[in-house]
C-alpha cells in the first residue's frame, strides 16, 4: 500500500487492523484523539516498530475524522531518550559506550506525514520523568501520601488493583526519581491535558501503540492516571503489537475499568 493510498483512501477496502481499534469511539458524538505512533529509543534509532506503528496510528487518525465529521485528530511520537531500558518497574543504565540522547532524525517519520497530510509532535521520557519528579515532591515532606499513594521506607508504591503491587518511585537524598509506570501515567496527563482544548468534543482518547514488551508498564501507568486524575470523558486505548504491528491487539479503559 503506497503513501499516496493512504492519504486518498483509492483502494476502497479498509484496513482491517484499524476498525477494532476505534470501537468505542462514538459515530454520533465528537470526540478528540490523539494517536501516540511512532516509539523508539534514541539509542537504536528509528526501527522496523517505530515505522510500522508511526503509519498504523496514521490510518487509525484517519478513520478516526471519518467515523464523525467533528471528530479531532492529533499525532504524538514518543521517544525514550533517557539512556535507560524500562521493563514493567525497574530501568537500568546501558552499557558504557551506549550514544547519548541528542538530536533526533525523525526523516522516515517526517516522510510518512507529510504523504499523509498530517503533522505530529515529540514527547521525549526524560521530559515525562522531570515532571512526574516534581508531581511527586510531596513524598519528600511527608511519610503519609494521599491514596492510592503509599511510602514504604524509600520506596513510593501505587496501591493497584490490578497488580500486586506497582513501584512508582523511590526516594533518593533530597529527589524523587520516578520508574516507568509513574512517566507513563505522566504522559496520559499531558496529552489529555491537550485534547481538553477541544471543548466540543464531549469524549477524549488516547490511542496508544506499544510493543507487546511494554504492556505491564503501560497498563500500570493507565491505572495510575485513570484513577488519579481520569474523567469520566477520557479513554485510554492500549493497542499491544509486535514490529510489523499486523495484528494488533487493543484494550480500551476507563476510570470504571478500575
Known amino acids: 500500500m503506497t503513501l499516496t493510498t493512504l492519504r486518498t483512501g483509492t483502494t476502497g477496502t479498509a484496513d482491517p487492523r484499524v476498525a477494532p481499534l476505534l470501537e468505542t469511539v462514538s459515530r454520533t458524538t465528537r470526540s478528540a484523539v490523539l494517536v501516540a505512533g511512532g516509539y523508539f529509543d534514541t539509542a537504536a534509532g528509528i526501527g522496523a516498530f517505530s515505522r510500522n506503528s508511526f503509519d498504523l496510528g496514521l490510518r487509525a487518525g484517519r478513520a478516526a475524522r471519518r467515523l464523525h465529521r467533528g471528530n479531532k485528530v492529533v499525532y504524538d511520537v514518543i521517544v525514550n531518550d533517557l539512556g535507560m531500558s524500562c521493563s514493567a518497574d525497574a530501568c537500568t543504565v546501558p552499557a558504557p559506550g551506549t550514544p547519548a540522547a541528542g538530536a533526533l532524525d525523525l526523516a522516515p517519520l517526517d516522510a510518512a506525514a507529510a504523504a499523509a497530510g498530517v503533522s505530529y509532535s515529540v514527547t521525549r521520557e526524560r521530559t515525562l520523568r522531570n515532571r512526574a519528579a516534581r508531581a511527586m515532591k510531596p513524598a519528600l515532606r511527608a511519610p503519609e501520601l494521599d491514596p492510592p499513594f503509599a511510602r514504604e521506607g524509600d520506596e513510593i508504591l501505587f496501591r493497584s488493583r490490578t497488580y500486586a503491587k506497582v513501584l512508582a518511585g523511590v526516594v533518593m537524598d533530597d529527589h524523587v526519581v520516578p520508574r516507568c509506570p509513574l512517566i507513563v501515567a505522566e504522559y496520559f496527563a499531558r496529552h489529555f491535558a491537550r485534547l481538553r482544548a477541544f471543548p466540543d468534543c464531549a469524549r477524549r482518547h488516547v490511542l496508544d501503540i506499544n ?10 501507568g493507565a491505572e495510575i492516571y485513570l ?26 479503559y476507563t476510570a470504571q475499568d478500575f
Open 211 to 220: 510493543s507487546l514488551a511494554d504492556r505491564d508498564k503501560v497498563t500500570k
Open 227 to 252: 484513577r488519579t486524575q481520569g474523567t469520566p470523558e477520557e479513554e485510554i486505548v492500549l493497542v499491544f503489537a509486535d514490529a510489523e504491528c499486523a495484528d494488533p491487539i487493543a484494550l480500551p
